[in-house]
């Protein structure tokens, strides 16, 4: 039995765009000299919330991203570690920071133009029709 999805393009590229951002972040979380592994969805979302604080110019501490997350702050802390392990972020003052080298350059920047550009060309005709 079929059932018609609405907008199935849109949704299907929206779905497709989502998959492949969160494993090109997840790329992200892994020493630029290691292959991923299994992906972990939740620490590539750690570290996007991370980076989101980094980037407006007030880096969280592990309650602010716990509580952006609605994740359990215990989880975020084993994320936090691990990520600092690796060399991704930095703890400064309590506070997540991206790695200096990392925040001045953008691991995998081809993969997240390609994704960005094929996701919304499949969307951006659906949104404009929202516009009216």
Do not use: W
């Not at 989880?75 to 691990?82: A, D, F, T, Y």
Request: proline share 7%; net charge positive.
């Amino acid at each position: 039995m079929s059932i018609p999805l609405r907008l199935s393009k849109a949704r299907r590229a929206l779905a497709e765009m989502f998959v492949d951002l969160c494993l090109a972040f997840y790329a992200t979380t892994v020493p630029l000299d290691q292959p991923p592994s299994e992906t972990d969805a939740n620490i590539a979302l750690v570290a996007v919330a991370a980076m989101l604080g980094h980037a407006e110019g007030r880096p969280m501490n592990a309650s602010e991203i716990a509580a952006r997350l609605n994740m359990p702050r215990t989880s975020v802390m084993r994320r936090l570690n691990v990520l600092v392990k690796r060399g991704l972020l930095k703890r400064i003052a309590g506070r997540y920071f991206l790695e200096p080298y990392r925040a001045e350059r953008v691991p995998h920047l081809d993969k997240f133009t390609l994704i960005l550009s094929k996701g919304f060309a499949e969307i951006a005709p659906v949104l404009s029709k929202m516009d009216t």
